[in-house]
């Protein structure tokens, strides 16, 4: 339980400090593009048009909303952040209680088997699984709230209001909006860095070798970035569909397309080229044009 109530309190304070961070990133995703761009330089000295970088959109932000601004969502978002700790905690200990095994040689699997990874990744998978189902009425809530910035609506004030509303206006579905390609996210980025640093750290690192532990955690790291790369695109489907058609101005025509599932989404985003859309505040597509045309990158 003291483990638990420590994770809850670190995972408060860094959703705290990233807030304004995915604030940001969200609005980037769904192209809200507030400031121009200006003519700058990029690392190699070629000139380029730069879109606005994470200070200067804070700054916009500030000016509109003052810092406070900076944190709208956050209640919610703390809300999910608590209950999915909770959630994953509970899960994976009862799994661990019933010594859940996919792969069952009869025998006691050695830790840093290939058995061994499966076993762990699949209870791993289940308790993420259950912590997202659980809390994703509280990431839509969180979602609608930011993107309520665009149109300067007011129509997710809270918590308890953004439920009532939901659930007047769309249903209990409502509360689940994005859920599948968010959680196919989840699951392929657990499998894709778990398999991937498995082989990395068996037939890649000599356990001879010094600073082997070092060594095979850096390997659980680029492969935790290299699986969050190519599983954005149902980041970036999830959050879409999260805000398609819920009537705010981000989610309507004509600033947005409505998608009746998320695989229509999908393959429009794929077939105009928008599956990369705010994959990363560091590289960021400028809107096509005669007077874009020097660059479509934006560097800080």
């Known amino acids: 339980m003291a483990e638990t109530c420590g994770q809850v309190l670190l995972g408060s304070g860094l959703t705290v400090l990233s807030h304004p961070l995915m604030y940001i990133k969200v609005l980037v995703q769904v192209g809200h593009e507030p400031l121009p761009p200006t003519l700058g330089r990029n690392l190699f000295g070629r000139q380029v048009y730069q879109l606005p970088g994470l200070f200067a959109y804070a700054k916009h932000i500030i000016k509109i909303d003052g810092k406070a601004g900076l944190f709208k969502g956050l209640t919610p978002r703390l809300c999910a952040g608590t209950i999915g700790t909770i959630v994953h905690s509970k899960v994976l200990q009862k799994c661990q209680e019933n010594k859940l095994e996919v792969m069952n040689s009869g025998q006691k699997t050695e830790e840093g088997s290939l058995q061994h990874v499966v076993n762990e990744t699949t209870k791993e998978m289940i308790a993420r699984s259950c912590a997202t189902i659980v809390t994703h009425p509280f990431h839509v809530i969180t979602l609608r709230c930011m993107v309520q910035f665009i149109g300067r609506e007011t129509k997710y004030s809270g918590v308890f209001d953004s439920i009532i509303t939901i659930y007047r206006e769309e249903g209990i579905l409502g509360f689940f909006a994005g859920l599948i390609p968010r959680l196919l996210g989840d699951i392929f ?47 970036l489907v999830s959050n879409l569909m999260t805000i398609n058609n819920c009537g705010l101005a981000g989610g309507l025509p004509p600033y947005a397309e409505t998608y009746k599932t998320w695989l229509g989404c999908w393959r429009h985003l794929s077939r105009e080229g928008n599956m990369s859309r705010g994959n990363s505040l560091f590289f960021r597509k400028v809107p096509v044009g005669k007077m874009y045309a020097i660059d479509q990158k934006r560097f800080f």
């Not at 991937?196 to 935790?224: P, R, V, W």
């Open 189 to 235: 980025s657990l499998w894709i860095c778990n398999m991937l640093a498995h082989f990395i750290n068996s037939y890649a690192i000599d356990d001879s070798m010094s600073h082997t532990s070092e060594m095979k955690n850096c390997s659980q790291a680029a492969t935790g970035f290299l699986a969050s790369m190519l599983t954005y695109p149902f980041v």
